[in-house]
């Protein structure tokens, strides 16, 4: 009788070792790439969150009501909306992956969803390894929010009365 492992068998179980290290591999790194690629659009959701609050906390800055056409626009040309928006994000910080490298867009025309309600579209763009990625988002507005004017905070000593 033969106490040993033969030739046979220990290709098979070198084989079968290998087979099984090489899979814990595969899922661990494939989970690793899912894991990273969440953290684009986690980030990217958090872009959009804080844009969208921005807009919503403070429409009478960015949004007016034109009543010769009986319509809302943009206070200011899209540009420069959308650069005083960036500012924001750079000031607290907000990246993708650690890069301030996307775009954001706005819709062409603001939407009248109901008589008192509005909708702007923004869309936020960034590209990783040569792929560009797109998530959108709907701001729903109260038109209330946008006819009140914020109140002007003036110093005690001013002359300007309001």
Do not use: C
């Amino acid at each position: 009788m033969n106490k040993g492992l033969t030739l046979v068998e220990i290709i098979i179980s070198f084989s079968i070792a290998l087979i099984l290290i090489s899979s814990m591999y595969l899922i661990i790194y494939s989970n690793l790439k899912v894991s990273e690629t969440n953290q684009y659009y986690i980030d990217a959701n958090n872009i959009l969150t804080f844009l969208s609050r921005e807009i919503q906390n403070n429409p009478s800055i960015y949004i007016e009501y034109n009543p010769n056409e009986n319509a809302f626009s943009y206070k200011e040309e899209k540009d420069v909306i959308i650069k005083m928006l960036k500012g924001k994000l750079r000031m607290y910080r907000y990246t993708i992956n650690g890069s301030s490298n996307y775009n954001i867009s706005l819709s062409e025309e603001i939407k009248i969803i109901m008589d008192n309600v509005v909708q702007v579209d923004i869309t936020l763009s960034w590209t990783v390894n040569n792929k560009t990625y797109r998530t959108k988002s709907s701001v729903i507005i109260s038109t209330f929010e946008i006819f009140q004017q914020p109140p002007i905070n003036l110093p005690e000593d001013s002359d300007i009365e309001i």
